[in-house]
């Protein structure tokens, strides 16, 4: 019978990837771990792995990553060695032709090539490959009230390691869980507000996204929001199904209402992982959990953590007592005391670190976040951090980036390229990003319907967002990010959005004739697809 890639992947214990590796050799379409493979492939696969002497260990998920002691990963165990002692993965010489599934004319699937002999020491492993692999960063959104603090609470209840007695755990933006199966980090500052404003900025901080929907209301307008920002940052989804304790529960709806969005729970043969939980029981946790660690899996979350520091600010604040504090999430590289940090213009030296229990460390690799002491100024959430070897180091990145910030300044004064001209100058299929916004489902769909039609070879008109109502301040920063301009129908936006979309140049515009509303839709497929000289 048909398995699912990652059942099989657990069965037979290698990971995901090495699984997905296995079948792109074999010549074998899938579209993700979730899609099922035939009976006669899945022989071939244990036959491979026979061959290969990988053990069959029985659904050990192995993470490398320094979950042990995260609080001091410079003297941690390098987590390196799990990956490289790994029994090294054979060339797999099994013919491309023909592709497995095709039966010979025994009708048995075609046995792989390689016997013992031609076995060969597979040539070393890409620089990638090599790397450990890190904890993943997951964020919590989803509508008002569905559940996203009580659903963070609950796991930073029952999954951080308690801190001496009397501590109190301060809101540094982010905590780390320590589940069985390894680390996971969450951002701890729930909805598509904090992801979207640190994306706005250019940086991604989140692997996973989770969607809380709750099961007695279903989708919701922030659902739906929540959802376009994690797919326009092209970050992995899993939906909670919350407040399954309830019993006007109903989880059946959530997933028929989510399937007509296109997303397609896995058990009506789609690849969306839906798993139903209580954040006031605790049921179902532990699965998410575990989805969480499979997923990270089959992103393959890798970084060095003897690479050149990066990080990202996750938020930062002024303590009365301490001063400057900010929480800083290291993507790569190892960010140590006395290290100097450049963010934006402006520099620090690493003067104290805390882990996210309050507990002084001295070192924080990749997938860490940690509160530091030393910035004279708040910096912002989302911006990117980079370290310097010493003071002057440090200054001259500074000053570096004054320079170049002032040759970008002067050039757009002399030249005023428009982002037409720009558009116009570059591929042959343009995209227009729109996001919109109508009194009425009614409105929306039919305006949908005439944007369907306007599409051409040349222009593709994308909908990142369609809802009801004005638009919203995390409207704005989609579009900033996306470059997509707000069409309103017979909604507008209150001053203070108006506001925030000027300062980031963000286009709104409203109409309440709908021939109106088309003219602007034409006016910007030619903008776009007509260069503008
Ligand atoms: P948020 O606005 O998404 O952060 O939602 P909250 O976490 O504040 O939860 C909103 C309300 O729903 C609160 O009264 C919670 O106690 C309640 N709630 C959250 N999760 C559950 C759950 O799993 N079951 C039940 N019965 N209530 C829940």
Do not use: W
């Not at 790994?86 to 491309?96: G, K, L, N, S």
């Not at 959430?381 to 320079?403: L, P, T």
């Not at 319907?449 to 704005?476: C, H, Q, T, W, Y």
Request: aromatic residues 4%; charged residues 25%; glycine residues 8%.
């Amino acid at each position: 019978s048909k398995i699912r890639i990652y059942t099989l992947a657990k069965e037979v214990g290698v990971e995901n990837h090495r699984m997905l590796e296995i079948l792109d050799g074999l010549g074998v379409q899938y579209k993700s771990v979730s899609s099922t493979i035939e009976e006669d492939t899945v022989e071939l696969i244990k036959q491979i792995l026979a061959e290969e002497g990988t053990q069959v260990t029985g659904g050990q998920v192995e993470d490398v990553s320094p979950t042990v002691d995260a609080a001091e990963p410079g003297t941690g165990p390098t987590s390196a060695p799990a990956t490289a002692a790994q029994p090294t993965a054979p060339a797999v010489t099994a013919p491309p032709e023909p592709a497995p599934g095709q039966m010979s004319s025994e009708g048995r699937p075609t046995p792989p090539a390689a016997t013992a002999t031609q076995v060969e020491e597979r040539p070393a492993a890409t620089a990638t490959t090599e790397l450990p692999h890190r904890a993943p960063v997951v964020t919590i959104m989803g509508h008002v009230d569905h559940g996203k603090t009580s659903l963070l609470d609950y796991i930073r209840k029952t999954k951080v390691a308690a801190k001496e007695a009397g501590g109190i755990t301060q809101h540094v933006g982010a905590f780390e869980a320590q589940t069985s199966k390894g680390r996971i980090v969450f951002i701890d500052t729930p909805g598509h507000e904090a992801f979207t404003t640190i994306r706005a900025r250019g940086a991604n901080v989140a692997d996973i996204a989770i969607i809380v929907i709750a099961a007695d209301d279903s989708l919701m307008p922030q659902t739906r929001e929540a959802i376009a920002h994690a797919q326009a940052a092209k970050v992995p989804m899993i939906v909670a199904i919350n407040k399954i304790d309830l019993a006007q529960a109903d989880p059946d709806r959530v997933k028929t209402d989510l399937t007509q969005l296109n997303l397609v729970p896995e058990e009506y043969g789609g690849d969306l992982v839906v798993v139903p939980v209580s954040a006031r029981s605790g049921e179902g946790i532990e699965d998410l959990l575990e989805y969480i660690i499979l997923t990270a899996e089959i992103e393959d979350l890798r970084a060095d953590p003897k690479g050149e520091f990066a990080g990202v600010i996750i938020e930062g604040k002024v303590d009365k007592q301490a001063g400057v504090l900010a929480t800083v999430m290291v993507q790569q590289g190892t960010l140590n005391l006395g290290d100097f940090l450049v963010v934006g213009e402006k520099y620090g030296k690493v003067k104290a670190m805390t882990d996210t229990n309050g507990g002084r460390i001295k070192s924080a690799g990749p997938s860490t976040p940690v509160q530091v002491l030393g910035f004279s100024e708040v910096p912002d959430s989302g911006e990117k951090v980079v370290a310097a070897k010493n003071e002057h180091a440090a200054r001259e990145i500074v000053q570096a980036r004054a320079s170049d910030r002032r040759d970008v300044e002067n050039a757009r004064v002399r030249s005023r390229l428009t982002l037409e001209e720009m558009m116009g100058s570059l591929g042959s299929v343009r995209t227009v990003n729109l996001i919109l916004r109508a009194d009425t489902q009614g409105s929306v769909e039919a305006i949908q319907g005439i944007l369907a039609r306007k599409e051409s070879d040349d222009v593709k008109i994308n909908v990142m967002f369609a809802g009801i109502g004005a638009p919203s301040e995390a409207d704005v920063l989609l579009a900033s990010t996306a470059e997509a301009t707000i069409l309103c129908f017979s909604v507008t936006a209150a001053g203070g959005v108006k506001k925030i979309a000027d300062s980031k140049g963000v286009d709104i515009k409203s109409y309440r004739i709908i021939y109106e509303l088309i003219d602007e839709v034409d006016r910007l497929i030619k903008g776009t697809s007509e260069p503008v000289f």
